[in-house]
């Protein structure tokens, strides 16, 4: 659709660019494909011209990964509600992973985007995802876990953080890539893979949680 609009007053500038991301957003999630918004197609839901764009992001690649990283502040939002009020740290970290996995498939493009995209199209102030609210999170987690006697790492809980998102994305990648192949039941699927991962790259774990880990090692 495209909106006729008038000359942007000063100051008007911030709420430009706002609406530009929304506009963005919105023909990313109508398409389903990054392939199909381009600056064209977003200055003509905007009602403004290519070069009104350019000024305020460099190119495409960076405007869809402002986009993206708006929405991933919300998956942090999201993993942090899902675990609230879950005081056994192993059942919080199950808790996290189902709601990193759900949030991939609910915003599959979005994901692959941001985490299955060639590394040479990432910006830089995109390429250390390590530093984002949900993976320091998820360290904090693990810590939890260990401190509480549920995990023993065989390293410190920011390499065991990594192998738990390496393994989580890796599930979360294939769920977003083939969504239509014959998965079992979810939730379970990952509270298995999960334990999994735990067992794997830090001793015992148990879906049932911390007194199940306990128990396990006995």
Sequence with gaps: MNVSRRRARKGDGERLRDEILEATERLLLETG?????????VARATGVTAPSI????????????????????LLDTAI????AGVDDPVLALLARG????????DHPEHYRIMFMGPAYATPDQWGDLLQTGSFAHLVAGIEAAVDAG?????????????????????????LVARPTMPWPDLDRFIDEHLALCLRGTSGP???????????ARR
């Design 98 to 105: 189902r709601a990193y996995v759900r949030f991939g498939i």
């Design 33 to 41: 494909s990054e392939e199909a918004v381009s600056i064209r197609a």
């Design 205 to 215: 774990a148990s879906t049932e949680g911390t007194s199940g880990a306990r128990a």
């Design 54 to 73: 350019y000024r305020h992001f460099e190119d495409k690649t960076h405007l869809l990964f402002e986009v993206c990283a708006r929405q991933f502040e």
């Design 150 to 174: 549920a995990l023993e790492p065989t390293g410190d809980a920011f390499t065991t953080a990594l192998h738990v998102w390496a393994n989580i994305h890796g599930l979360t990648s294939l």
């Design 80 to 83: 942090e509600h899902a675990v």
